[in-house]
């Protein structure tokens, strides 16, 4: 309650250094710049490379409510590379990611990675080091020619873009539903009495077996 007439508060709980604990964020519009300037630096600096950076394995989610989903895992197992034919420490310099951990539990997964290996080495315009002395594995002349370019300022004052998002990404299919009409049969079913019965069926099935 409220004291009368123009007394003293009493116990003024106000003696704090409210100005410490707030943070404001005036400096978000700036921010937001300076962030796209080191993406457009980073980028500049790893041309005509992807922005996204190694290609990656296509594994499955774990737990047996997800493990339907596909998606990018860390890096390509020790075995795949044998099996598609790239050695552990060439994989890394050429764009591909390793996870020297990983192992595989299925043929399927395993084919499935190595194929992606291989059309991914088959894509790859890998410069040569030195543009006079050619190595095996190294893109042609010409190839290389045609990406510098296509990286340089055309006529028009544009250049071809810079390949951004992931490598070969996973591409989700969802089935296609039948659709069919609803039978007679069907509309007749009784389903939760059906369900009740097999619960009692199985649940008493123990006790029935000892008489």
């Known amino acids: 309650m409220a004291g009368k007439r123009n007394g003293v508060l009493s116990n003024v709980h106000l003696r704090k250094n409210w100005k410490r604990w707030v943070r404001t964020y005036f400096d978000q519009p700036m921010a937001k710049k300076r962030r796209a300037r080191t993406r457009a630096a980073k980028a500049q600096a790893i041309a005509p490379r992807p922005i996204a950076g190694a290609v990656r ?11 339907h989903r596909e998606r990018l895992g860390r890096g390509f197992s020790l075995e795949e590379l044998a099996v598609a034919g790239i050695d552990r420490r060439y994989a890394p310099t050429i764009g591909i990611s390793v996870d ?24 790859l315009i890998l410069f040569p080091r030195k543009l006079s002395v050619r190595k095996t594995g190294d893109s042609t002349p010409e190839e290389v020619q045609a990406v510098i370019d296509a ?36 509309k007749n079913f009784q389903a939760y009495i059906t369900l009740r019965r097999q619960w009692r069926r199985a649940k008493l099935q123990g006790m029935r077996e000892k008489k």
């Open 100 to 123: 020297h951990r990983r192992k595989n539990r299925s043929v399927e997964a395993l084919q499935q990675n190595v194929q992606r290996l291989k059309e991914y080495r088959s894509k």
């Open 57 to 67: 394995p296509i594994v499955r989610c774990s737990t047996n409510k997800n493990n």
């Open 151 to 186: 990286t340089k300022q055309s006529k028009t004052g544009k250049k071809v873009k810079q390949p951004s998002g992931p490598i070969m990404p996973v591409i989700k299919t969802v089935p296609k539903m039948e659709v069919r009409a609803v039978t007679a049969d069907e």
